[in-house]
């Protein structure tokens, strides 16, 4: 068990871990009770010429530690290779909300084997539509409708700004609703056969 600040707060911090050991730190801050999130997803993999369903990393060396920056202080002490994923314009430690949090792992926690995640700089949100899913699995999420190279259909993403993002399976467009912008705005989601005016 960690001694903490009772003043600080307990935050999402992304941190990288090299050479693939992101399981094995997991495991470590397990048994320190440190709560901590690894996307994961099935993998069909060859393990002595038979095929085999496993969980693996969906992203590797990342890590979400939920803790006191004092704890993570502390666990880095003794795992050199832990290391905190820093913001490239502030140049500060990348520090996730609550809510954001919430939202990435209620949709990455489910291993669905339709989800595909992409890292910093593999797609543009700015084009996409904000929009809140409204039914299904994915029910309540919030995210942006935007399309995908070499993916037919719109998908829902959801990303922690220069982390990762994930894009949920296929959702029917009756299943989601455009959120209104600042102003109040309606939006318009646009699908291959038809404009759903919100």
Sequence with gaps: ??????LEQTQWFAMRVTYQRE???????????VACFIPMQYELRT?????????????????????????????????????????R???????IPD???????????????NLIYFKPGEMNLSKGTRVRVIGGEFEGQEGTFVKLKG??????????EGVVAVAMATIHPDLIEAIPDESGKTAIIKTPKRKIVI
């Design 99 to 113: 809510d954001q949090m919430r939202r990435f792992m209620a949709v990455a926690g489910t291993y669905n084997e």
């Design 47 to 87: 393990v002595k010429q038979r095929k085999k369903r496993e969980l693996v990393p969906a992203i590797h060396n990342l890590l979400f530690v939920y803790a006191k920056q004092s704890d993570v202080q502390r666990v880095k002490a003794d795992i050199s290779y832990f290391q905190y994923m820093m913001d």
């Design 151 to 160: 993916v037919r259909d719109r998908r829902v993403v959801i990303a922690i």
């Design 89 to 95: 314009c502030t140049g500060r430690k990348i520090i």
């Design 23 to 33: 399981l094995a730190v997991k495991e470590m801050l397990t048994e320190r009770s």
């Design 1 to 6: 068990m960690l001694l903490t600040n009772k």
